[in-house]
Structures are given as structure tokens and as C-alpha cells.
């Protein structure tokens, strides 16, 4: 039925009613579930072999703010953007074969914040919130606990063990997730030196952003936001020269950008601050990118300008194209940041449309690597007090009313909801009637039961969905900084790597598959 529903959709470009209305008859027989049981078991019990081949590739996939309710309501999207019902759709990571939970929480912290626990499944240290790749002995906002409780990250393991390396977000490129791979700064604010305290710069401390060219110089990838942390204050941004709030931001008078641009020019090195030039270059012939799309984080997917800025699917694409011509392999960071920013919001429909184009990344990189070389990892930092519920009925839309209203004020309500957050709204002293606004706009902000000027974190575990070489050792509920040591265990890299040779140096062939064992074999025969 689902099949013929995506003909039917191909051919009319409509939904195609009478092939649900099949689909539901066939649901009212118990041979369809048992059927579909069956074969969910026997793909189970191909996961017996498990794969222990070395990983040339690893990626990680952060979905931040993407809780598990997150995840469920985005799958529900994607099938009602399909003409689905939604409910039986699978995301691209639903399809991963391995799946845990991973907790949260900072060291001082119940429920973290993004720095902290990007340090956790980057550095594999659990950390203070606020704090970005260091220990938990230094201390948010005192520059002098920086110095000696710097931790690095799985990015620059990957990157001494002779890997390339990428970064791609659609935040800014130094904001909380991705600097925790290559910063050590104990203020996640301090995106530039203009954002700093004056006795900060005193004592040494550095800015992120210049953290980002300066820590580990020849990051092969980095796309994202955030242009206005690399020029000089004051520097009218090159695509919004007429609005100040975009100006530069930097009191030392640097442009990054241009220095990274002199010492790339003859490394095959390229910025780009647009889609039209991004695509325009060939991956081949490109070792070092820059892009740099908006001065502060990209547009959220719904209200991105799709001539001007690339969406992350786009980004993923170019940076595995680039990053997989090094034959070591490669290292990739994707954050599909906005998912935050619109919980934040109480914006659901920005957040759940960006976990939805997130997984549309996923498909992506599934389509351009193996799951026998690369081992990929779909994760969240934390949650959010975001739920959907209400007992709507099979196909309700994702954003639209409960079947039912309250009993206490006789209203109807949204099955999204919020604990918190600026969506607690009064009308003459009550709830206001949802009925009387459109509840379904991009921006709506749904109701709250706690006024909050930005929606907080929840501190739930979140999903850890893997697959690809020792995928298998992401199971159970495990402390959110294992994550990375399992990367590396799986690439042979940092400071594991005694399981991967033998006393002559040479690879476990039992880390092979025997597919690609006997491929080898033959073209060792043969030549």
C-alpha cells in the first residue's frame, strides 16, 4: 500500500485516499502484523554477524535539542509531508540497526546545557555546563581555570591519525556543538574577542572563533554561519552591508577569513559565502573549504532562501565529497542546530521541519558511503519540555488539535505542548482559545504552562541510533561521553588502537568482512 501510495503520489501529485483506505483494511487483519513481525525478526537475525571491520569513516550526527519526543513527532512529519499518515513512517535513523539511550547531564548540572555536553560526546569528558573542551575542574567564565584542563576532541584524534576532517552545522561554526571540537574555552559566548570580558583577553584567553583557525589549522571542512565573529568590528557584512547588526564583531582588528584565505590559496583552498559559489566549485578539485553562509546562524528550512543559502543536505553532500578522497578516511561533525533554536521558540513547526531535513542529511551521507567502511551515529545533546499528546486519532496532523477539549475550561487545545516557554498566553484572565488563532503558521508558538521568555532543556535521556563497523557497542543506557571513545575504538584512533594490529603492524584481517576479505584476497591473487 505504501508503495502504491508514492506511485500515486508521483503520477497526481495527490493523496491518494482509497490506497489508505486498502492499507487500513489490511491493519484489521492480524496475518498483516504478523507478517510485518517476521520480517522485522529475520532482519534481527542478520545482526548475529556482528561487524567488526576497522572504520575508515566515522560521522556523527547531532540533532540538538532532539529528544526522543522530538524524533517521534519529525517521523510523523515526514509521512504527513509524504501524504502519509505519518505514524508508521520510518526516518532514516529509525533504520539504523543499533540503538541506546545516552544520559545527559552535566557535572553540575541536572539538566545540561549544549557546551557541556558536546564536550561529553566530542572529548569524551563529562564537563560544566557553559564550558566547551574542558575538564570539569575549570570553572564557567574564570579564564584562569582554562590552562591545564584543555580536552581534546575525537576531531583531532581523527586528524593526527592522518584523517581529513569536517565540520558542518547550521548554527554558527562557533557556536556550542561544533567549537567543543576544536576550542577550549570556559564561556561558550565568547564567539569572538568582542563578546569577551577585557580581563579575559588579559589573562590570555582566547575567542572561539579565532580558537577555530588557530587550534587545528588545517580543519579540511567547516561550513555554517557565523561570519560576523571574523571581521573587524564595524565591517559591513558582505551580504547585508546596510544592516549594523551584521557588522563585524572583532576588536583586534583580524580578518580571519582573509588569513585563512592567504594561507589556503595554494593548498586548493576556497571560501564561499553563498550557495550559488559553493556549488559552483567541484569537490574534486577542492581540499580546504570555508563556508560561511549567514553573519549568525543559517535560516531555519522553512524560511531558508533556497537560491542564496544551501540547505544541510546540500552542505553534507559537498563535505563528504571532499572528505572522502583522503584514503585514510575522514571525520565528520553535522549539526542540525535549529532544532533547538525552535523549541527555544516554542516554535514546533521550525524545529520539527529541521529534525526532518536532518534526516533527509542522513539519507544523504547513507548514499555516499558503506555501512562495511563508515561508521555513522545519530545523536542528541539533550531534550526538550516539548510532548505531543491529547489521544489524537491515526493521521491527526502533527500540529493540529486534540479530539478533544479541556474539561476544566471547555477549550480545545493542540496535541503539541510545551511545560515552558513564551508560548503561556492569557486572554482576559484565561487560556487563550487556540480555536481563534491559526495554530498550523510557521511561527505559531504553541501554548505553555509555564511563562518563560525561551522554552528550557528537558533532562531526559536521549536516542543514540548507529550503524556501520562496531555499531554494536552503542547499546544499552550508557554516560553521554562514552560516544566518542566507541568512535574511535571503531576507527583505530586516539588512544585506541592495540586491537587493530598484529605484532607486524599489519591489520586484523578478522576485522574485515569476509566479503571484503575475499575481495581482497582475489585481487591480491590476480595482481
Not at 480555536?435 to 510557521?442: A, E, H, L, W
Request: hydrophobic content about 35%.
Amino acid at each position: 500500500g505504501e508503495q502504491l501510495c508514492w506511485l500515486c503520489l508521483i503520477i497526481c501529485g495527490q493523496r491518494c485516499k482509497h490506497v489508505f483506505l486498502w492499507f487500513v483494511e489490511q491493519e484489521k487483519d492480524p496475518g498483516f502484523w504478523k507478517e510485518w513481525a517476521q520480517r522485522t525478526l529475520k532482519n534481527a537475525l542478520t545482526l548475529q554477524d556482528l561487524n567488526k571491520n576497522v572504520a575508515k569513516n566515522i560521522i556523527l550526527f547531532l540533532g540538538d535539542g532532539m529528544g526522543v519526543p522530538t524524533v517521534t513527532a519529525a517521523r510523523i512529519l515526514k509521512g504527513q509531508l509524504n501524504g502519509q499518515n505519518g505514524e508508521e513512517t520510518q526516518l532514516e535513523m529509525d533504520k539504523f540497526p543499533y540503538v541506546a539511550l545516552s544520559k545527559t547531564y552535566n557535572t553540575n548540572a541536572q539538566v545540561p546545557d549544549s557546551a557541556g555536553t558536546a564536550t561529553a560526546y566530542l572529548c569524551g569528558v563529562k564537563a560544566n555546563e557553559g564550558t566547551v573542551g574542558v575538564s570539569a575542574a575549570a570553572v564557567k567564565s574564570q579564564c584562569n581555570t582554562t590552562r591545564g584542563n584543555e580536552v581534546t576532541s575525537i576531531l583531532k584524534w581523527a586528524k593526527d591519525a592522518g584523517k581529513s576532517v569536517g565540520i558542518v552545522t547550521t548554527t554558527r561554526v562557533n557556536h556550542a556543538t561544533p567549537s567543543a571540537a576544536y576550542a577550549h574555552c570556559v564561556d561558550r559566548d565568547w564567539y569572538s574577542d568582542g563578546e569577551m570580558p577585557d580581563e579575559a583577553l588579559q589573562n590570555g584567553c582566547k575567542d572561539i572563533a579565532r580558537q577555530l583557525f588557530e587550534n587545528i589549522p588545517d580543519i579540511d571542512v567547516i561550513m555554517g554561519g557565523g561570519r560576523r565573529s571574523m571581521y573587524p568590528r564595524n565591517t559591513p557584512d558582505v551580504e547585508y552591508p546596510g544592516e549594523k547588526k551584521h557588522n563585524g564583531t572583532r576588536k583586534d582588528g583580524r580578518n580571519l577569513v582573509g588569513e585563512w584565505t592567504d594561507r589556503m590559496k595554494d593548498k586548493r583552498g576556497y571560501y564561499v559565502w553563498n550557495k550559488k559559489d559553493l556549488f559552483s566549485l567541484n569537490p574534486n578539485n577542492v581540499d580546504y573549504l570555508l563556508g560561511l553562509f549567514e553573519p549568525a546562524d543559517l535560516p531555519y528550512e522553512l524560511e531558508r532562501n533556497k537560491e542564496t543559502d544551501p540547505s544541510l543536505t546540500e552542505m553534507v553532500d559537498v563535505a563528504i565529497k571532499i572528505l572522502q578522497k583522503n584514503e585514510r578516511g575522514f571525520y565528520l561533525l553535522v549539526e542540525g542546530g535549529r532544532i533547538d533554536h525552535g523549541h527555544h521558540d516554542g516554535k514546533a513547526k521550525q524545529a520539527l521541519h529541521e529534525a526532518v531535513e536532518m534526516d533527509r542529511a542522513i539519507t544523504r551521507a547513507g548514499l555516499l558511503t558503506s555501512i562495511y567502511d563508515t561508521l555513522t551515529v545519530v545523536t542528541a545533546d539533550h531534550s526538550h519540555v516539548f510532548s505531543f499528546g491529547g489521544y489524537t486519532h491515526r493521521g491527526n496532523s502533527i500540529f493540529g488539535l486534540a479530539p478533544i477539549i479541556s474539561d476544566i475550561d471547555q477549550k480545545p487545545f493542540t496535541s503539541i505542548l510545551y511545560g515552558n516557554g513564551p508560548g503561556f498566553k492569557l486572554v482576559n484572565g484565561a487560556r487563550e482559545n487556540v480555536s481563534t488563532v491559526d495554530f498550523k503558521q510557521n511561527n505559531y508558538q504553541a501554548q505553555a504552562a509555564v511563562p518563560l521568555s525561551m522554552e528550557t532543556h528537558g533532562g531526559e535521556d536521549v536516542a543514540i541510533f548507529s550503524k556501520g563497523p562496531m555499531a554494536h557497542l552503542l547499546h544499552g543506557v550508557q554516560e553521554q561521553h562514552y560516544i566518542p571513545h566507541v568512535m574511535a575504538y571503531a576507527a583505530c584512533i586516539g588512544q585506541n588502537k592495540d586491537h587493530c594490529r598484529t605484532n607486524s603492524g599489519s591489520p586484523f584481517l578478522s576485522h574485515i568482512s569476509p566479503t571484503l576479505a575475499l575481495l581482497l584476497s582475489v585481487k591480491w591473487l590476480l595482481c
